[in-house]
């Protein structure tokens, strides 16, 4: 096939790759899981259409050429994180990129040296400190890029390697009953091995192309189409395959119900089990935004499932089942000597309530005491 056939393919993936990752972005279902998807998708799509560029000399004018040199359209070391915390926040509804993981994305620097490396010759230049001999300097840039590819494969196998082994983790957790997450993990096990096969084709290009007297040769021969071709692929199947599985509803149960419409006794002792185990196994009634739309994503219940289960058979409002297990969990936390320092309305926050005056009303309604007299007796007992 000709070049210009396999230049088409990596554009038109770059152009898929701009659209579903802004469409993603600006969902609103699953905001976070779909931002970090579009961010993965958006970086493949830079990169290829960074190669497109370079082959349709689109950076041929002097002034494009220069500021090329300054603005990085390759950043590969964001891949395993996105992917690894993509995997996370789809399977847990309470996982947040907190300021703790960011330090995942710290290695980006590797794939901004070049560019660094552009800005210190140009200052160095203008501050008359440097001699304007950019051939050391460039000569320098083309060496780094060949080997930056080790770290950001060792990079992104790593954190492949760290999703597999959490979706593993995850499903013994749950003994294999994975109740409305079957179809988001048969998906993200997808993921892994697509991604799987892409760092094995990646190692086979690169073992010759970091060996300086094969690296020409190899691109002479194959150019970088062997690694583009199959992020292109990669972005046409993520970027389809992705977005429809962000819209798409995740369960059999995940069916329309309608207000007064009978249940069968299987789905209704389903729904208590999965609404059960969503909050003794996960605790969602921690995340004090949970609500009814939250936790219908989670367990792949539709909503009106939910509120007539909980309504006609178990005799409760969405509200009461939740803060049921609040309060439950602030009688266990009150008697725990190690937590005598905390405010009772520390432990309430902790426990998932939202505010104070919510607290103190619902406590008060659940076991006739004030949180306080509740704390004073516990103490007593002990």
């Not at 990129?97 to 290695?107: D, G």
């Not at 209704?268 to 609500?291: G, R």
């Not at 792949?300 to 409002?317: D, E, R």
Request: aromatic share 14%.
């Amino acid at each position: 096939m000709s070049a210009s056939f396999f230049n088409t393919i990596i554009l038109l993936g770059a152009i898929q790759g701009f659209i579903i990752s802004s469409l993603l972005f600006f969902s609103k279902k699953n905001k976070q899981s779909n931002r970090l998807l579009s961010v993965l998708i958006l970086l493949i799509a830079l990169a290829s259409f960074n190669l497109y560029a370079q082959y349709k000399n689109c950076f041929n004018s002097p002034t494009l050429q220069f500021l090329s040199n300054f603005i990085p359209l390759i950043i590969v070391m964001p891949f395993g994180p996105l992917l690894y915390f993509y995997i996370q926040s789809l399977l847990d509804i309470n996982f947040k990129v907190t300021k703790k993981l960011r330090f995942h994305f710290y290695p980006v620097i590797i794939d901004l040296v070049p560019q660094l490396t552009a800005i210190v010759f140009v200052l160095g230049v203008i501050m008359g400190v440097l001699k304007n001999h950019p051939q050391p300097w460039g000569n320098f840039i083309d060496t780094y890029n060949v080997y930056a590819d080790i770290p950001r494969w060792i990079s992104v196998s790593f954190y492949v390697w760290l999703s597999a082994k959490y979706l593993k983790a995850f499903k013994e957790k749950h003994n294999g009953a994975l109740n409305g997450q079957t179809i988001n993990f048969k998906w993200l096990q997808q993921f892994i091995r697509v991604f799987s096969a892409f760092q094995f084709i990646w190692f086979i290009f690169l073992i010759p192309y970091v060996i300086p007297k094969y690296s020409n040769k190899l691109l002479d021969a194959v150019d970088w189409y062997p690694i583009y071709i199959p992020m292109a692929i990669i972005i046409y199947w993520l970027g389809i395959k992705g977005y429809l599985m962000s819209q798409a509803e995740n369960n059999a149960l995940k069916k329309s119900v309608t207000v007064g419409s009978a249940l069968s006794s299987a789905i209704i002792q389903q729904t208590i089990a999965s609404l059960k185990k969503a909050m003794t196994d996960e605790k969602l009634y921690l995340n004090p935004n949970l609500n009814l739309s939250l936790l219908s994503e989670y367990t792949s219940i539709a909503q009106k499932t939910i509120s007539a289960v909980l309504n006609q058979h178990m005799n409760k409002s969405f509200n009461e089942f939740i803060n049921e297990y609040r309060v439950e969990c602030f009688k266990q936390k009150i008697a725990q000597p190690e937590l005598d320092n905390l405010t009772i309305a520390g432990i309430a926050l902790e426990c998932g309530f939202s505010s104070q005056a919510t607290f103190q009303r619902i406590f008060k309604q659940s076991t006739g005491q004030s949180p306080s007299e509740f704390r004073k007796n516990a103490l007593q007992l002990q």
